[in-house]
């Protein structure tokens, strides 16, 4: 029998005995396409078993490897060889030989939106660099869905139009009955048809929503053109054309759960809920816990863009009530400024192609550090999108501020996406205890750095984006997050691709395209995967419980079908998840949906 079908057999066979059933799945198919999980998460009656003759890579750093694990309920009992099982096996413990294959820790995602995916990734995905199969796609999903009322899709990259962007007119062609309502792949702006703003009441006269920030493209007349810019604008609209009751939305994130197990992801870090209210969605997210049907941890954060608001009050409030085992929330998130394309991003030196416009941060610099300061007295976890290497360091010198001001403690605090990072400011990572969270699948030279991003920056700036390397070379944390579903590019939320495109600085399909920052940009394969593992955790506040396989910690672990170490960089993608684990339980089974 193939070695990987027996692997598989036996340790199914093995935890349909521990369990009484294991998690059963329909197909899963191709590309991440939605299945019903069925999973029940059931406590099993006797859950000691053993992992043996396996390539465990714990990211533990007195111990690396091991060939042998026990479990015990939901912690990890003993990490070893062979010869060490002999007092951690009893009559009752089941042993799964894994037949040489690897084991890593669960991966953790460092920035993720469970809600928001609910809402964003819905209908046809547009992801595509040719303008003419976007509207082709289009087309075509109109054509299958008659029956809609709302023709929805995500993953429109604005570098696919970069010399000129659609109109609502040309939308219309395709639909003018029926709205059209088209996410772009960041998450932060969206194409309209003309239908969709008549039923938003959304005209010349239509104030933008948040003026500076957040508004509606116009043409020289005022008109709005169907582009809209920033998330409250966008949800001013969508909210208009479907209904954003917790039922809807949440059924959209239900149908992706079993996807993230499914990749591995036992651990996310949820970056501010949107379209609902945090106790809807959290209420939810509990009570899939509460009847074994969760099968993620996920931390939330109270999500903060708006300087005349007090974000800590609520926040508190939400971690008070959302204390749970597997949901919790304790991080404030704030929003310092936007990206590249829009000009939006706060750059410590001018833009390339307009060198007199003036940013300025969503939330002013003295707001910023008072807000931090007291969130850090009151034991609060900062997490701040910071695109430019401006904003970064504004949060850091805000963050220095508080470890001033306040007491000593254990701080975890991070600094999101920071896609570029001023040379001055890299080594202050470590001694300021700020974790470096980025996105792997951003790491290359992709069509949208080729093209918008150049203009924006130059060359030489493009060149030295994603310092991650540098930053953990420099004694800084480091952490991967997808911000699934958001991107600039290539919206993705599987941690072995993460892992691949950093590793490589290049993306699969486009190896011909050199890495970008280089041959030394590249991020060696260890760094990766604890960025994507212990490192995650460790900016959640997590490492003391998971994120590397110790005695002591959650049995979290993914099992592969090869060893990432064994392998060319360019085929790590390729590797299969043959099952997921976490707190002690099977979330995903790789023969259970490909019988």
């Not at 009441?201 to 020289?220: E, W």
């Not at 929003?335 to 750059?347: F, H, P, T, V, Y």
């Not at 707001?367 to 007295?377: P, S």
Request: hydrophobic letters at 40%; one cysteine or more; glycine letters at 8%.
């Amino acid at each position: 029998m193939n070695p990987i079908r027996s692997l598989i057999l036996l340790m199914t066979s093995v935890l349909v005995y521990v369990g009484g059933a294991v998690a059963q799945t329909s197909p899963a198919p191709e590309n991440g396409q939605a299945f019903d999980s069925g999973i029940s998460n059931r406590n099993y009656p006797h859950s000691d078993w053993a992992l043996i003759n396996g390539k465990i890579y714990t990211v533990n750093p007195d111990q690396p490897w091991a060939s042998a694990i026990v479990v015990e309920d939901n912690k990890i009992t003993y990490v070893g060889d062979a010869a060490g099982l002999k007092n951690h096996i009893g009559i009752t413990t089941e042993v799964v030989d894994l037949e040489g294959k690897m084991v890593v820790p669960g991966f953790v995602e460092g920035h993720f939106h469970v809600v928001a995916g609910g809402i964003v990734a819905q209908g046809v995905d547009l992801q595509t660099d040719n303008k003419d199969e976007v509207f082709e796609k289009l087309r075509q999903y109109v054509k299958d869905n008659p029956d809609l009322k709302v023709i929805e899709g995500y993953g429109v990259r604005l570098s696919t139009f970069a010399d000129g962007l659609p109109t609502k007119a040309m939308f219309d062609k395709i639909e003018s009955k029926r709205p059209i309502y088209l996410w772009t792949v960041d998450g932060h702006s969206a194409f309209v048809n003309s239908k969709a703003l008549e039923i938003a009441g959304v005209d010349k006269n239509t104030p933008d929503t948040v003026p500076g920030y957040s508004s509606f493209d116009r043409d020289s007349n005022g008109n709005p053109t169907g582009f809209i810019i920033e998330v409250p604008a966008q949800l001013q609209v969508l909210s208009k054309l479907r209904t954003f009751d917790a039922d809807t939305v949440l059924e959209g994130v239900n149908d992706w759960l079993p996807r993230f197990s499914a990749a591995g992801i036992t651990t996310v870090f949820d970056y501010g809920v949107q379209g609902l209210s945090n106790e809807e969605a959290f209420d939810w997210l509990q009570k899939r816990e509460k009847e074994g049907a969760l099968p993620i941890r996920l931390q939330g954060s109270f999500y903060w863009n708006d300087p005349k608001s007090d974000p800590i009050a609520p926040l508190l409030e939400l971690k008070q009530k959302y204390n749970s085992e597997l949901v919790k929330v304790d991080t404030l998130k704030i929003n310092l400024d936007g990206g590249d394309e829009k000009w939006s991003a706060l750059l410590t030196a001018p833009y390339a192609d307009k060198p007199d416009i003036k940013v300025e941060p969503i939330i002013p610099y003295d707001i910023l550090n008072k807000v931090v300061q007291e969130a850090d007295a009151k034991g609060l976890n900062i997490t701040c999108h910071c695109f430019g290497d401006l904003a970064v360091r504004k949060l850091l010198d805000a963050v220095e501020g508080a470890i001033k001001a306040n007491p000593a403690r254990e701080r975890h605090h991070t600094v999101s996406h920071a896609v570029l990072v001023h040379p001055d400011d890299i080594p202050r990572f470590g001694p300021l205890s700020v974790t470096y969270d980025t996105t792997g699948f951003w790491m290359s030279l992709d069509p949208l750095l080729q093209s918008i991003t150049t203009d924006r920056f130059g060359a030489e700036r493009v060149q030295a984006m994603f310092p991650m390397k540098q930053i953990r070379e420099a004694g800084g944390n480091i952490s991967l997050g997808s911000d699934w579903p958001a991107s600039g590019y290539l919206s993705e939320y599987r941690p072995l691709l993460s892992i691949r495109t950093a590793v490589t600085r290049q993306l699969p399909g486009r190896d011909d395209v050199p890495p970008l920052g280089g041959e030394d940009a590249r991020v060696p394969l260890e760094m990766a995967i604890y960025a994507q593992t212990l490192g995650a955790a460790k900016g959640r506040g997590l490492n003391d419980k998971i994120g590397s396989l110790e005695v002591g910690k959650l049995a979290d672990m993914v099992v592969l079908d090869q060893n990432l170490f064994d392998i060319e960089p360019h085929e790590i993608d390729k590797t299969k998840v043959l099952f997921t684990i976490m707190n002690g339980k099977v979330t995903y089974d790789h023969l259970a949906v490909t019988k």
